[in-house]
C-alpha cells in the first residue's frame, strides 16, 4: 500500500513479515546482534528503531535470535511485547563479533538492490521538468550576458555532461551551485543497499538533506512507512580538488570493514558538481573514461571486494567546473562525452559596474557612479587587470571590513577603492 505525506512523495508502508523486506533472516538476525552488542540491554522497540524495521519484523527476529539461544529476556513492564528487554548471551556474543569481522555495519536494515534501483528509475531526474524561470532564478544572484545565461539554461534542459569554463573568479561555480537549488520535489533514498548480502551505506548527511523526519518520537508502537526509506530534496554533490579514484568506486573501509556509496550513486536523482575539474589527484582523461558508459548510457557497473560487479543507475546532471582551457583536459574523444561546453566571460564595463552596484547594495555601502568608474579606469583599462566578477565583491566588502574597525561610514570612494586596493591586488 502506498502512502503520500505531505513532502509529496508515494511511501510504501513497513514491511510486516521478514519476507516482505525481501532480506535474508540471518542477515537480519546479524544487524539485531551487532546492536545489541553495541546497545546491551536494551528493548525490543529499541531495536526496532535502530534497525528501522516494523515491530511485528523486530518480533521475528528476535524470536529467532531466542531459538537460536544467542539472546535472552532480561526483563520488561510486562505491558507489550515492545518493552521486553534482550541482551546477548555469550554464544550471541562471539556470533556477533564474528559478524562484525564480516561486515562492520551498524545501522537502519539496507533494501533490496532491485527495489532501489526501481525507485531511482521511478523518480528520475529525467522525468523531471526543469522550468526555464526556475533556471534563470537559480542563476538570478550573478551578472550574466544573456547568451550565456541561454546556454546554461539548455544545458541544463537537456540533463547532459556539462563543462563550465573560463578565468578563476566569474563565477562558474557559483553558477553551478545556483542551478542545483532549482532542483524541484523530494525523493527517496534508502539509508543502505543491500547487494549479494554485502550492506553498502547510501544516506550521506553531507550530501543529503533529508526534508520529512517520519521517525516515531517515543519509538511509537506502530511504524506507518518504511523507515529503511528517507525523504530527501534531489541532492546536489559536491566534488573539488580533493577528489580522488577511489571515490568513483565503492569505498571499503578495510579496518571497519563498511562499503560507502560512490559520489555518482550518493548523487543520483539529482545532480553532480564536479569543480577545479583537471586539477584532482586524478587526472581528467582517467575521470571521463571511468564514466564513458554512465555518461552515454545512464548505467554504472561497481565492484564488491570479492570481484562480483552489478549494475547501477547513472541518474544524476554531471555538472563539470574548470579554469583551465578545455583542449588542455582531455582529448577531443573524451570532451565529446562532455555534451555541452560553455564559457563563463569575463564582465564587460556595464557588467562589471552592475555587480559592483549590487554588492554595494548588500554590503549597504554607499554607491557612488564616480568611484565606480574610478576603479575601472585607473586599475583595469589599459591592461593593468582584467575584470574579473569576483572582484567587486571582494573590494566592496574590504571596504566594509575597514569601515566596522574604524568605525566609520561605508562608502565607495576613490580613497577608500584605493585602500582596498593596495591588499588586494599582487
Known sequence: MLETPVSGVERQQAPSTVAATGLDLGLLADLALKALYFGGNIEQIEISHRLALSPNVTADVMEFLRRERLSEVTGGNGRSEGRLRYSLTSAGIERAVAALAISGYVGPAPVPLQEYIAQVRKQSIFHVDLARDDLEAGLEHLVLPRKTIDLIGQAMSSRRATLLYGASGNGKTSAAIGLGTTLPGHILIPQAVEVMREIIQLYDPSSHEIVEDDEPSEFASRAIYDRRWVVIKRPVVFAAGE????????????????????????????????????????????????????????????????????????????????????????????LRRIRYKIEIPSPDRKLFLEILRRECEQQEVAYEEAAANYFIDNYFVGGKHEMRGCHPRDIVQAIADAARYRGADRALTSDTIDDAYEHYFV
Do not use: C
Request: charged share 25%.
Open 243 to 334: 577528489l580522488a579514484a577511489n571515490h568513483l568506486e565503492l569505498m571499503l573501509d578495510k579496518v571497519h570493514k563498511t562499503y560507502e556509496a560512490p559520489i555518482q550513486m550518493k548523487a543520483n536523482g539529482g545532480m553532480m558538481i564536479i569543480d577545479d575539474f583537471g586539477r584532482q589527484r586524478l587526472d581528467a582523461s582517467y575521470l571521463l573514461n571511468r564514466w564513458v558508459i554512465p555518461l552515454e548510457r545512464q548505467i554504472d557497473y561497481l565492484s564488491l571486494h570479492s570481484g562480483a560487479r552489478f549494475e547501477v543507475p547513472f541518474d544524476a546532471i554531471p555538472m563539470f567546473v574548470s579554469n583551465l582551457d578545455p583542449s588542455t583536459l582531455a582529448d577531443e574523444a573524451f
